[in-house]
């Protein structure tokens, strides 16, 4: 069974700096493309970064150059490191397993909640 | 504000049959596949719908999708109380980013 859990969330100044990680389970993890997408609380879904898996990585304009998506294979361990945070990154923030023959996002995680406030 | 168009919320009555559209532009709609994506009340987001019209394996056939153009439809056939959802269409876009529409509220009347 495929599994994705997320940790990490939690309260920051801001300005401050986060690291979320996402523990994948039940699959290949070294063979799937990974992806960080958001949600703030009682709005829609925003793409947050992705990862190939070659290590190539990809960002909106909104996060790029505070945000660091990196993977550990050995450890089937996904990370997002955020810098410079704002109020306006507050949300939920879901890990997702890319899945290339559907063309999108097949298994989501829980989500962990990243709150930036002083 | 979401680069995918959806109506904020949409209501039926159960049997009935609703559709929520998804609309866009020639960048995303227009020349990638669509997605749908069920979030139920305090859950993450569940693959629905995937390259327009594709079912994964488990969601049932009262569900289906179609895009034309620019713009994608959701359809749900014999409404069930258990549908009462957030909908969301996603696309990838040619400027290298995904993008997702603002959610439809489903209500079971």
């Known amino acids: 069974e495929v599994q994705l859990v997320e940790s990490g969330g939690g309260l920051v100044q801001p300005g401050g700096s986060l690291r979320l990680s996402c523990a994948a389970s039940?699959?290949?993890?070294?063979?799937?493309?990974m992806h960080w997408v958001r949600q703030a609380t009682g709005k829609g879904l925003e793409w947050v970064s992705a990862?190939?898996?070659?290590?190539?990585?990809y960002y909106p304009g909104s996060v790029k150059g505070r945000f660091t998506i990196s993977r550990e294979n050995a450890k089937n361990s996904l990370y997002l490191q955020m810098n410079s945070l704002r109020a306006g990154d507050t949300a939920v923030y879901y890990c997702a397993r890319y899945e290339y023959s559907y063309g999108t996002f097949d298994y989501w995680g829980q989500g962990t909640l990243v709150t930036v406030s002083s | 504000q979401s680069v995918l168009t959806q109506p904020p919320s949409a209501s039926g009555t159960p049997g009935q049959r609703v559709t929520i559209s998804c609309s866009g532009s020639s960048s995303n709609i227009g020349s990638n596949t669509v997605n749908w994506y069920q979030q139920l009340p305090g859950t993450a987001p569940k693959l629905l719908i995937y390259s327009n019209n594709q079912r994964p394996s488990g969601v049932p056939d009262r569900f289906s999708g179609s895009k034309s153009g620019t713009s994608a439809s959701l359809a749900i056939s014999g409404l069930q109380s258990e549908d009462e959802a957030d909908y969301y269409c996603?696309?990838?876009?040619?400027?290298?980013?995904?993008?997702f529409g603002g959610g439809t509220k489903l209500t079971v009347l």
């Open positions: 996603a696309a990838w876009d040619d400027s290298q980013v995904w993008v």
């Open positions: 990862i190939g898996t070659a290590g190539d990585t």
């Open positions: 039940g699959f290949t993890f070294s063979s799937y493309d």
